[in-house]
């Protein structure tokens, strides 16, 4: 028999794992949902709904911290930083429209579980250096928790690093602590005209090298943004010195104010030029910023009508490809080369992503590694079987 | 400090292993002879010493990991040391273990300025990554006061901070790839120049792992440009809660200093004695405020910070007028260490992290502490996170203070803990606080973590006697209980 199980607070999660350790069942961790369709398909035997766990246990604006319930949306979590003029500083992209379903569902705990930021990952850092601390339950039933709600912590193994980015398949929690910081006054963005893909890494690079603290570097189409955040003098004077430093590279520059801008990074982080043709297949690929224009030239070789567009310096490719039942995944990482990275497969079909591998295969070494460690939390198996694969 | 028992067999088979050792590593790279091996004898928590089973200085990837596959089948421990100055013992020697020194890992193997990182072999000093590439306008952000001597693979298993983490980032936050060699020999790869690798994150489990799941042999971290200006404005208060009182309005004014440090009366005035920073003497609380970036930012935000200080009632607020004055600011907080020292004989430095509001309330009760344990202490700490460094004075040649003294530290990093903080900020566990972690974790919480331990390490080889008070082993640990009477609990709603 299958179902939901909807625990209300911690001590009730607890009873369900125990619950499902003693049946010998498995369990489909689910927040909100929204990434249902992101990863390997889901086959628990039951799901084990977090949504009911929910809300702000604390939040001190000048420690820079937030502890909330698992459950808790994202979207009241970025309302109660937006009243005190703070964020989440890795940006937290809402994939839900690329998806297929509505926007602003996630929980703050599904976007680490993924382990997902947008563009200013490149000066603030992953989801998974916000992650101060948390706690849940292991696959023991067992509550537990790692981390705190310090700033600076090493008692003990950094736990917090290995749950962002688990999936769900290590323990489920219930609270977590997050770092936040100060919204900057003011953003703005200045925009290169006519660059393909190699000289825009290339003016990417250096900007991103430069003292003028770039927060996030795309390259669309043949547009390449800029954006520089702060106090409103300091953003004139690093916008002016952009400019001279990038003087040689194009003729065709402009600068969008801060509401343009929000919404090209918004644009940016969601990917959202990727949104159209639902059925065609999108990849999220991470190599050295400099390798990315080489990647995408071998990927056009063979699919010269594929869309990509870079984010992250040119680190970070968003890529689309007409549908195909391998979504050219041999394609894809093969092209990746010797400088190094890794794929992930974000949009198919629930077909394709149960025939593929969603996540980077790893050398067996790794992959054997990774065993160990999923084992030494759920021991039994009992979380998101599957679900990366 | 009760560290495991020594293992006879092993002790038997000294000669044995070290023969072993030299057919996997030629020449001068095994030491065996007690002179040689008494420099390895401590680190830098050198109040606690013990001689090696033998050292072994590999130079090649291959030998770490022939070494380390011969440990684990015969079942030998092993210690990683970089530069020897953890302050938890780190890398204190086990009389059972071979101690395994990776300082001639030393090269800069590559430098990349368009992808703005630099791989290195773990050897390499922290500061030395930033020479090798400030003459381009680059630097590596962490910088622990070890700088000079510590190693970058020894940061990445401390996971180590500095003044400047508040704005950039601890150690964990700069890592971009490791290479690394498992208990059994195996190498493997986390991370490179590309950011977030997939699956599991390794790369941030490891840093800070204290040497316990694998042993580096290779680092790739992120460089940033250097900040085109930076200014420090020292700020006195009559008041040791104006000065803490000042750090939590800088912050929620939503400014990011790039560094924030505060010094308690005594410390102000032992680093004022020894170096002649011009510091306050009249003042209570101190704070070194250091803004960094564009000049018009620095000088905007300067003016902010120097107006939130006046508001809280600062007696002193001098802004540094050149790189010279910043120096000098910063020179009296940089050798508060050794500028106590001079009115000591030894002191213990803790490193308990609290939530910023707490530390007036910490301050307090830490002088109340002192007057009970009847020794001094004196504050000096990284205000902007929270991170407290407290030094406790005494003589350790008297048993009986170096008691006292380690009792007042337990009760000083309880009273953190309590305040809903943690055992260490930076400094790591290692001997030091290991027997304290029950205090802020419960038998689950460090049963889940030696569970981690047991995928890298089943036999618990290395680096043991560090980080865990109790060390259960791996079988033990493995075993699943499950509870067959727990019903489904019919109050939990179902669908």
Known sequence: MSGTIKPRDARELRQAIEWALSEGATLDVRGAGSKRALGKPMRGDHVLDTSGISGIVDYAPEE????????????????????????????????????????????????????????????????????????????????????????????????????????????????????????????????????????????????????????????????????????????????????????????????????????????????????????????????????????????????????????WSGGLIWLGLPPRPDADHF?????????????????????????????????????????????????????????MG | MQMPLLDPDILRRRGEIVAALRAIVPGEGVIDDLDSMRPYECDALSAYRQMPLVVVLPDTVAQVSAILRYCQDRKVKVVPRGAGTSLSGGSMPVGDAILLGMGKFNRVLEIDYANRCVRVQPGVTNLGVTKAVEHEGFYYAPDPSSQIACSIGGNVAENSGGVHCLKYGLTTNNLLGIEMVLMNGEVVRLGGKHLDAGGYDLLGLMTGSEGLLGVVTEVTVRILRKPST?????????????????????????????????????????????????????????????LDGPAVEVDHLVARVEEIAKERGATTCRVSRDEQERALFWAGRKAAFPAVGQITPDYMCLDGSVPRGRLVEVLAEMREMSKTHRLRVVNVFHAGDGNLHPLILFDANDPEELRRAEEFGADILRLCVRVGGVLTGEHGVGIEKRDLMGEQFTEIDLDQQMRVKCAFDPDHLLNPGKVFPKLRRCAELGRVVVHHNKMPFPDIPRF
């Open chain 2, 230 to 290: 930076a200014r420090a404005v020292l700020i006195g208060f009559p008041t040791e809660a104006g000065a803490a009182d000042c750090v939590a309005a800088v912050i929620a004014s939503g400014i990011i200093p790039g560094g924030m440090e505060m010094m308690d009366r005594d410390a102000i005035q032992c680093a004022e004695n020894y170096v002649g920073a011009g510091y306050p003497l009249d003042a209570e609380g101190l704070l070194i405020v250091e």
């Open chain 1, 331 to 387: 394609l894809v990482r093969g092209a990746i080369g010797p400088t190094g990275g890794h794929a992930t497969l974000i949009r198919a079909s629930e077909a394709v992503r149960a025939a593929v591998p969603v996540f980077q295969p790893q050398p067996p070494a790794l992959a054997a590694l990774a065993t160990r460690v999923k084992e030494s939390f759920d021991p039994r198996g009992l979380f998101n079987p599957g679900r």
């Open chain 1, 64 to 311: 820079l911290v937030v502890t909330l319930r698992a459950g808790t949306p994202m979207r009241e979590v970025e309302a109660l930083l937006a009243q005190r003029n703070q964020m989440l500083a890795f940006e937290p992209p809402d994939l839900g429209p690329l998806l297929g379903c509505a926007p602003g569902e996630g929980t703050l705990v599904g976007t680490l579980m993924g382990n997902f930021a947008g563009p200013r990952r490149l000066s603030a850092g992953a989801a998974r250096d916000h992650l101060l601390g948390f706690s849940g339950v292991n696959g023991r039933g067992e509550a537990f928790k790692s981390g705190g709600r310090v700033m600076k912590n090493v008692t003990g193994y950094d736990l917090s690093k290995l749950i962002a980015g688990s999936w769900g398949t290590l323990a489920v929690l219930d609270e977590v602590s997050v770092k936040v910081l100060p919204a900057p006054d003011q953003t703005r963005t200045l925009i290169l005209r006519g660059l393909d893909d190699a000289a825009a890494a290339r003016a990417m690079c250096a900007a991103m090298g430069s003292p003028h603290e770039i927060s996030g570097a795309a390259h669309i189409g043949d547009r390449t943004a800029l954006r520089v955040e702060g106090v409103a003098p300091s953003v004139e004077a690093r916008l002016k010195g952009l400019r001279e430093l990038l003087a040689d590279t194009t003729a065709a520059m402009e600068e969008l104010g801060t509401f343009e801008s929000r919404a090209l990074w918004r644009d940016v982080r969601d990917a959202a030029p990727l949104e159209a043709d639902a059925d065609w297949t999108v990849w999220r690929l991470s190599c050295p910023p400099t390798a990315g224009a080489a990647i995408v030239g071998r990927i056009r070789g063979q699919r010269p009508e594929a869309k990509a567009f870079y984010d």
